[in-house]
T-cell receptor, first 114, second 114 residues
C-alpha cells in the first residue's frame, strides 16, 4: 500500500513571493507522482506529473516539482506566485501496474495575498 | 474535446428520494471513476469502471449504485441517502486503467441530503 503526506494544511504567502508545498510518499514499490490543483468550487486539474526520466518536471504556468527518490519527496515550487494561484493543491501517487487508482494527500491550501 | 462534463451541478434531495448523477466524456477514455469529496478533504475513490465493467468498488454502501451504459457515460444512482452523504461527487476518466494515465476530472456535482 502507498500513502502520501502533505505536511502543511495551509500556506499563506504574499504575491510575487516564492513558495514550496511539501509532499512525501511511502510505498513498497515504485510509484508515479502527481500534483493536482483544485480552484474553489471546481474539479481537479493535473498540474504536473513524474513518471520516469528527468527528476525535475515543469508545468506551463511556472510550477515545478522535483522527484527525490532517496527522500521519497515530490515538493512543488514556484519562484513567484500570483493571486490567481490561490487554490487547494493535492499530491497523489499511483502504482505503475494495475488500475490507475490515485492515493491523495490531505491537500495544502495556498493562500496568496497582495 | 478534453472535457468531462457532469450534471447536475447542484442537487438537493431528501432521504427518501431517488436521483441520478450523470458524467460524460468524449475523449475515447476506457476507464471512468467516481470520487466523493467532503469539504477540506481529498477525493475518496468510490468506483472504477474499466471497459464498461465495474473493476473496483471501495466498499461503498449499496445506496450508491453505479452504472456505465457505454464507454462515454457514467451514472451514479442514489437512493435512501443519509445527510452524511452530502459532498462533492467528482467523476474522472483516463485512457486506460493503468497507473501512468492522467485522470481528467469533471467539475463535480454538489449534493446536499436533507
Amino acid at each position: 500500500a502507498q500513502s502520501v503526506t502533505q505536511l502543511d494544511s495551509q500556506v499563506p504567502v504574499f504575491e510575487e513571493a516564492p513558495v514550496e508545498l511539501r509532499c512525501n510518499y511511502s510505498s513498497s514499490v515504485s510509484v508515479y507522482l502527481f500534483w493536482y490543483v483544485q480552484y474553489p468550487n471546481q474539479g481537479l486539474q493535473l498540474l504536473l506529473k513524474y513518471l520516469s526520466g528527468s527528476t525535475l518536471v515543469e508545468s506551463i504556468n511556472g510550477f515545478e516539482a522535483e522527484f527525490n527518490k532517496s527522500q521519497t519527496s515530490f515538493h512543488l515550487r514556484k519562484p513567484s506566485v500570483h493571486i490567481s494561484d490561490t487554490a487547494e493543491y493535492f499530491c497523489a501517487v499511483s502504482r505503475p501496474s494495475g488500475y490507475s487508482t490515485l492515493t491523495f494527500g490531505k491537500g495544502t491550501m495556498l493562500l496568496v495575498s497582495p | 474535446d478534453t472535457e468531462v462534463t457532469q450534471t447536475p451541478k447542484h442537487l438537493v434531495m431528501g432521504m427518501t428520494n431517488k436521483k441520478s448523477l450523470k458524467c460524460e466524456q468524449h475523449m475515447g477514455h476506457r476507464a471512468m471513476y467516481w470520487y466523493k469529496q467532503k469539504a477540506k478533504k481529498p477525493p475518496e475513490l468510490m468506483f472504477v469502471y474499466s471497459y464498461e465493467k465495474l473493476s473496483i468498488n471501495e466498499s461503498v454502501p449499496s445506496r450508491f449504485s453505479p452504472e456505465c451504459p457505454n464507454s462515454s457515460l457514467l451514472n451514479l444512482h442514489l437512493h435512501a441517502l443519509q445527510p452524511e452523504d452530502s459532498a462533492l461527487y467528482l467523476c474522472a476518466s483516463s485512457q486506460a486503467g493503468t497507473g501512468d494515465n492522467e485522470q481528467f476530472f469533471g467539475p463535480g456535482t454538489r449534493l446536499t441530503v436533507l
